[in-house]
């Protein structure tokens, strides 16, 4: 063999290794397929598909009462004839006769426009807006006046799967709602009034008097207050000796409150007793009513035969302060009406 024929030779070795090395690749996928295809019991690796209950988070419904199932609107107009100066307002709850012994507010669920929860009646004085129930909410609107008269108001009475909601001595309430309000100045004055939920009744000699409860806004404070229809009270401004308040949280509008109150109502007034929360946080526990004066009213009024609960925007003014000219609204997410 020449010098030449050997490197040639040398050159085809190398050749010679890949193509086997390559031969010997494609021989061992197909023997590979083949025992795939002969065991069809072994499993393909596949990705597993994901599923919505592997992916979204778990949604747990609170337990509610009986009577709290949702909520909606339609109804007939209602003028009350009160003409006292509220300063409070409330709300009731379906009657229990038993002392409730909870620490944690009502349960959460937004009682929307179709539900069990209903109108019973409808309240506008002073040319307010019929109240709206929509996806955010019910919205209370008093327009913008040149001339407004006081009080003026707007309001809806409660009706659960077609009966008022109404109480009597010896119930307790539950109640909560959501209020975000657009008030203006007249929200930091002490002159002017905004009541958004009361319990609310007419006397046994046909007198609509302050409302017994309410949650408002004075002064520049989310209030609770009542006692100003107590039989006993005086409406002379320099005594108004049964009314009472109590702050809840500092005021301010566009801000969303989240409220649950619960009463047990009584006219004894060591036995009647309120509880509050204002954004989870408890701020009342078992209080018993008690005016500046040091007379208490209880929880319940003698001569009142049963209370409604009711929410809207109810505002006056007093002592011949301005009226607010410009508009003023209130949106309520009801959860439990009482």
């Not at 050749?15 to 197909?30: C, F, N, Q, W």
């Not at 002490?190 to 004075?218: A, C, F, K």
């Not at 409604?308 to 003014?317: D, I, P, Q, V």
Request: a positive charge; one cysteine or more; charged letters at 15%.
């Amino acid at each position: 063999m020449t010098q030449r024929e050997r490197r040639e030779g040398q050159r085809q070795v190398p050749t010679l290794l890949v193509v086997g090395v390559v031969a010997l690749l494609l021989l061992g996928a197909v023997l590979w397929w083949g025992w795939r295809l002969r065991d069809p019991t072994t499993p393909l690796a596949v990705a597993p598909i994901p599923t919505q209950a592997s992916t979204l988070p778990v949604s747990v419904t609170p337990t509610l009462p009986s009577w709290v199932e949702t909520s909606g609107p339609p109804s007939s107009p209602h003028q009350t004839t009160d003409s006292s100066t509220p300063t409070s307002t409330s709300s009731p709850t379906p009657p229990t006769g038993h002392l409730s012994t909870s620490s944690s507010a009502p349960a959460a669920r937004v009682l929307g426009c179709r539900s069990a929860l209903s109108v019973n009646e409808k309240v506008a004085q002073g040319g307010s807006l019929p109240a709206q129930c929509t996806s955010t909410g019910w919205h209370y609107v008093i327009p913008a006046a040149p001339n407004p008269v006081t009080p003026r108001r707007v309001e809806t009475v409660w009706a659960m799967n077609g009966k008022p909601v109404v109480f009597h001595e010896g119930d307790t309430v539950h109640f909560r709602a959501t209020f975000t309000g657009q008030l203006g100045a007249a929200a930091q004055d002490d002159n002017n009034w905004h009541v958004m939920w009361q319990l609310h009744g007419i006397s046994t000699d046909g007198v609509w008097r302050s409302p017994l409860l309410g949650i408002n806004v004075r002064h520049g404070q989310l209030r609770l207050g009542g006692g100003a229809g107590h039989p006993n009270h005086s409406y002379d401004p320099l005594s108004r000796n049964y009314e009472w308040s109590r702050d809840l949280a500092a005021y301010a509008d566009g801000r969303t409150y989240d409220v649950a109150v619960t009463i047990f109502l009584s006219t004894n007034p060591d036995q009647g007793w309120i509880d509050a929360w204002v954004n989870g946080r408890k701020v009342l526990t078992h209080w018993h009513p008690i005016s500046p004066q040091g007379n208490r009213p209880g929880t319940f009024y003698p001569n009142q035969p049963e209370i409604a609960s009711r929410n809207g925007l109810y505002r006056g003014t007093q002592n011949n302060a301005p009226i607010p000219t410009y508009q003023q609204s209130m949106r309520i997410e009801m959860i439990s009406p009482g």
